[in-house]
């Protein structure tokens, strides 16, 4: 059974930058999808960006287009989200995700429009991210 462990999260300023990394262990051979996602207090969880396990275009949301981007270790089992020109609006705990659920994706696109989250049977508890102004 895989475990996901978050870490890199903290308290930075308005235009910060921070690199979250997601350390997995057992078994991801089977692993399609990776994903990370975050939750604002007081909503819902959403997606963020997305890439296929191994490598691939990542699929980013619009509102972190540009500033955020995803790549992978495949040695050290691990997956990274750096995210630059942070916003106050980014404040959330930050989570990773996998999908062993389905296997024909072959882009990030297609882990974020044809992969629901309940489909992303692996996830990690969580990093608190806090932007200030």
């Known amino acids: 059974q895989a475990h996901l462990v978050e870490s890199g999260g903290g308290s930075v300023q308005a235009g910060g930058s921070l690199r979250l990394s997601c350390a997995a262990s057992g078994d991801s051979s089977s692993v399609n999808c990776l994903g990370w996602f975050r939750q604002k207090p007081g909503k819902e969880r959403e997606g963020v960006g997305f890439?296929?396990?191994?490598?691939?275009?990542?699929y980013y949301v619009d509102t972190v287009k540009g500033r955020f981007t995803i790549s992978q270790d495949n040695v050290e089992n691990t997956v990274y989200l750096q995210m630059n020109a942070l916003k106050p609006e980014d404040t959330a705990m930050y989570y990773c995700?996998?999908?062993?659920?389905?296997?024909?994706?072959?882009?990030?696109?297609?882990?974020?429009?044809?992969?629901?989250?309940?489909?992303?049977?692996?996830w990690g508890r969580g990093t608190q991210v806090t932007v200030s102004s």
């Open positions: 995700a996998a999908s062993s659920s389905v296997t024909f994706c072959r882009s990030g696109s297609c882990c974020f429009d044809d992969v629901g989250t309940h489909e992303y049977n692996y």
């Open positions: 890439i296929v396990s191994g490598g691939g275009s990542a």
